[in-house]
Structures are given as C-alpha cells and as structure tokens.
C-alpha cells in the first residue's frame, strides 16, 4: 500500500473558511511536509509518459507521449479563438485517476485520505464531501484552459483543488489561475506557488492562462475534484 505524504495539520480555519466564502476560493499554504512536496515535484519532473491532452468545444484528442504535438496545438489554438466553448491543451499522465500510475500510487493515497477530505468537509462546511480523484497535470508554452465552471451533471462535484508542485514560478510565464464574474471580467490571479493548495467552488468561473513561449521550465500540479460521490 502506498504511504500518502504527510499534510499539515493545524490550520487557521476561521480566516481560510471567511476567504472561502467571500471569494469562492481559497489558498492553503505549505500543504505538505516540505520533504513530500520535494519529492513528489522530482517524481513528477522525472516521468517522461506524459500525453498532450487537447479538446475545443465537441471535439478532443490525446497525442501520445514522444509524438510531435505542436500541429494538435495550433488547431487546439485555432479552435479556441474561433468559438466561446470550453477549451484546452495540457499535459497528464494517463491512468493516475485510475491508480494504474505506479509511480503516483501515493497521490491517490494521499487526495483519498480522510485528512485530505477533511480539509474540503471544513473549508466547504459539507460533511458529505467522501471522494477526491486526481490528474497529474503539466503546463508548458501554448498550453492553456479557456474559461468553465467545473459544473458537469452527475459529477457531483463540491470544489475542485490544484495542488501546486513547480519550485519557482513567474507571474509573466503565464500560467495563471484567473477567476472571472459574470460578465467575464478577471477578478483574481493566482501565481503558481509551490506547495500551495488553491480550492475554489463549483461552479466558479476559472480559466489558466496561456502559458507563455519563452517560460523555461513546465508547470507541475495535481488537480482534481472534492465530491459527494465517485462516478
């Protein structure tokens, strides 16, 4: 069995669960003992498997590792400017939402913990909350997620967190976690910060912007969803 890296403990609940509730997001620093986020960070620098992830509106595709993805990323691009729908290109390493990622055996451990989805039953306030899946996600230039909501019927899902994972990152590498209103307006961007844990409701409007060309190292997270069901 896979032993989960260790998560903190003592948080200021009172101030993390008003930021919650007044923002519809929220950051909790330093989530990990610094040992397990290091090492989680070169296990994750370290695989070389990962696929390209692209879709637009109805349309999606997965190019394999080691493939030439750059002509899927100029259509995804394309596409993307073309059409108001959902749109998306990122790298992840296909079977970690299925525990078939021996190397990340510890990320499903750990997002399945009960001290993990303690976090999400406290900040939301929602002890229904019993489920956490996970994707090993990697950003680098053109990458991108164009503004959603998370909302998908059936799901189930409560929030969605990132955990962030790359040791030293730019605001002007692009990147960004943006939250916008109703009227499309950008209203927070958050930077990358290592070992950071961004939670943020569903339905809440997000987007990531467009990573730039020049960013010299990629941008590592685990994401996923807090729910009150698995599928």
């Known amino acids: 069995m896979a032993i989960p890296p260790k998560l903190r403990t003592t948080f200021n609940w009172t101030a993390l669960c008003e930021h919650l509730d007044t ?5 909790v ?31 999606n595709w997965s190019v394999p590792a ?45 997002v399945r913990s009960d001290g993990f989805l303690d976090i999400g039953r406290k900040l939301l306030g929602d002890e229904e909350i019993c489920f956490a899946d996970a994707q090993a996600c990697r950003y680098g230039p053109g990458h991108f ?5 998370d909302n998908v019927a059936g799901k189930h899902r409560r929030a969605a967190y990132v955990l962030n994972l790359t040791p030293q990152w730019r605001a002007d590498w692009g990147g960004l976690l943006l939250f916008h209103d109703e009227k499309g307006r950008v209203t927070n961007g958050l930077v990358p910060a290592y070992n950071v844990l961004n939670i943020f409701k569903v339905p809440v409007a997000h987007s990531v912007s ?22």
Do not use: C, K
């Open 145 to 149: 997620l164009t503004t959603h909501d």
């Open 29 to 59: 620093p330093n989530i990990l003992a610094r040992a397990d986020a290091d090492a989680l960070y070169r296990t994750l620098s370290g695989i070389e498997t990962w696929h390209t992830s692209i879709g637009a509106g109805t349309q």
């Open 210 to 231: 467009v990573v730039a060309p020049f960013a010299p190292v990629r941008r590592y997270s685990i994401t996923g969803w807090l729910r009150t069901q698995p599928d």
């Open 66 to 110: 080691g493939a030439d993805a750059s002509l899927a990323l100029g259509q995804a691009h394309a596409l993307a400017g073309s059409q108001q729908g959902f749109a998306y290109a990122f790298e992840h390493v296909p079977g970690v939402e299925t525990g078939m990622a021996p190397a990340l055996a510890s990320v499903e451990a750990l």
């Open 23 to 27: 923002h519809g997001w929220v950051q």
